[in-house]
Nanobody
């Protein structure tokens, strides 16, 4: 089983910055994609950013130019640097890990427990 843990959420003023971290742990797996999602109160969970093994990244239009996703492959860790935060960024942020087990061709997904980001206006 792959275990995913996020950290780094908190309260920040509008225009401020936060850095989220997410680490995947376990044995016998290879990560393909690491991603950040968020879910605001009363809304569906939405994709924020992704990063692949090849280093390519993708962002939701709402965060382009403000958020940066990066990855430490050796540590199975992904970061989300969030700058110029706005009240509309308020949400629980979840890390998602797409991985394969060494003995299987199937793709699996693991989620973290989420970390709250609050932006005061």
């Amino acid at each position: 089983q792959v275990h995913v843990v996020e950290s780094g959420g908190g309260l920040v003023q509008t225009g401020g910055s936060l850095r989220l971290s997410c680490t995947a742990s376990g044995t016998g797996f290879t990560i393909n994609v690491m991603a950040w999602y968020r879910q605001a109160p009363g809304k569906q969970r939405e994709l924020v950013a992704t990063t692949t093994n090849g280093g390519s990244t993708n962002y939701a239009d709402s965060v382009k130019g403000r958020f940066t996703i990066s990855r430490d492959t050796a540590r199975n860790t992904v970061y989300l640097q969030m700058d110029s935060l706005k009240p509309e960024d308020i949400a629980v942020y979840y890390c998602n890990v797409q991985y394969r087990r060494a003995t299987s061709a199937f793709v699996n997904f693991a989620w973290g427990q989420g970390t709250q980001v609050t932006v005061s206006s």
